[in-house]
Structures are given as C-alpha cells and as structure tokens.
C-alpha cells in the first residue's frame, strides 16, 4: 500500500484559498487519490477522487501532478464550516481504505 | 434506510464482558468497512468485507476482535473480555462496488467505553 505523508496541522481564515499537500512517493500505477472529510463527532465524508490531472467538483478542487508522486487538495474561500480533519488515501480498486492521520485544518474569523 | 446505521450509539461496559456493535450497511453496497477511533486519533482499519470473497482481517488487533457480515448485509463486530484500551468509536462504512470511483459512507459509529 502506497504511504501518505500531509501536514498535521494547518490554519487560515475566512475567505483564505487553503491547499494541502499529500505526498505518495510510491504510488502504484492502478492507485486513484482520495480526500476525505471528518468533522467532531462524526464519521468522515468523501471530498473528491483523481487520478491525474485536475479534477474539480462544488466542494474542492485536486491537483494531481504528471508523476502522481503527490496531490493537492484546494478549497476555494474556506469558512468556519470547514474546520475539519482531512485525509489523503491512496489505494486500488477492491482493497480497504487506509486511513493516515489526517491533516487538522483550523479556519478563523 | 438513507444512510450507514449503527447501533448501539454508545455502550458502557464493564472490562472482562464481551460486546457486539452492529452496522447495517447501504442497500445494495457490497463492500463494508469497520474502523476504529480513538480519542484525537486517526482511523485505524479494522476489517474489509467485499461481497463473497473472504475478508481483509488484517487490521484487527487481537484474536478478541472478530467479525461478520450475514447474507452480504448486516455486520456485527464482536470485542470478547473487552480491555479499558478498546475504548474508542467504532465507525462502519459502505460502499456500492469496488471501482476506481467508489465513495464510501460512513455510520455514526458507537461510542465504547470500557470502565
């Protein structure tokens, strides 16, 4: 299984664009890219998926590099509501989701 | 139902019982995840069913975890002689099928706590 490193922690504020950073050095060919949301109290929330390339939807925004090596989650204007966990997942068609850590995302006013 | 239910939402129990938490998937989902919360942790990977094929049991921590999923639906996990460390939510999660662009749903999950 391909390992995921992001940022434990990060913080913005209101209306700020927040990138994070996921590195899969060793990413398998057959691997897609997963971002997930997980707020208090709560089990987590498919975000986005990709496998290249950029992929958009009304809640984010994925930047996957040519050698796949990394991703970036992007969220436009973030506001309180996004403070959150957020994880990066990488893995195959068929196999369990495997969960990092998380990057702890802190919005402020 | 709309959504991944399990139940209890919370269970007391007393260390040394044995305790079943249920998760009753999506209609139609054939895969099922279990997970398992700690306090300000990750999720820790605990089992993956996927339709008729056997199991992925290689996140359970011991042989006092066990797991089962009836008819390719309901799954109940069992913690036999819990321990005050299994205390954590369990959280279960489904998906449709296994494609490239499966989303899984995740359940409230249950709160143990072993006193």
């Known amino acids: 299984l391909a390992k995921t490193t992001q940022p434990i922690s990060m913080d913005s504020y209101e209306g700020q664009e927040v990138n994070i950073t996921c590195s899969h050095n060793?990413?398998?060919?057959?691997?897609?890219i997963t971002w997930y949301q997980q707020f208090p109290s709560q089990g987590p929330r498919f975000i986005i998926q990709?496998?290249?390339t950029k992929v958009t939807n009304e809640v984010a925004s994925l930047f996957i590099p040519a050698d796949r090596k990394s991703s970036t989650l992007s969220l436009p204007r973030v506001s309180l509501s996004d403070t959150a966990v957020y994880y990066c997942l990488v893995g195959q068609a068929g196999t369990a989701l495997i969960f990092g850590k998380g990057t702890t995302l802190s919005v402020s006013s | 139902g709309a959504g991944v239910s399990q139940s209890p939402s919370n269970k007391v129990t007393e260390k040394g019982k044995d305790v079943e938490l249920r998760c009753d998937p999506i209609s139609g989902h054939t895969a099922l995840y279990w997970y398992r919360q700690s306090l300000g942790q990750g999720l820790e990977f605990l089992i993956y069913f996927q339709g008729n094929s056997a199991p992925d049991k290689s996140g359970l921590p011991s042989d006092r975890f066990s797991a089962e999923r009836t008819g390719g639906s309901v799954s109940t996990l069992t913690i036999q002689r819990t321990q005050q460390e299994d205390s954590a939510v369990y959280l279960c999660a489904s998906s449709l099928e296994p494609t490239m662009n499966t989303e899984a749903f995740f359940g409230q999950g249950t709160r143990l706590t072993v006193v």
């Open positions: 990709g496998y290249k």
């Open positions: 060793n990413i398998a060919t057959n691997d897609y």
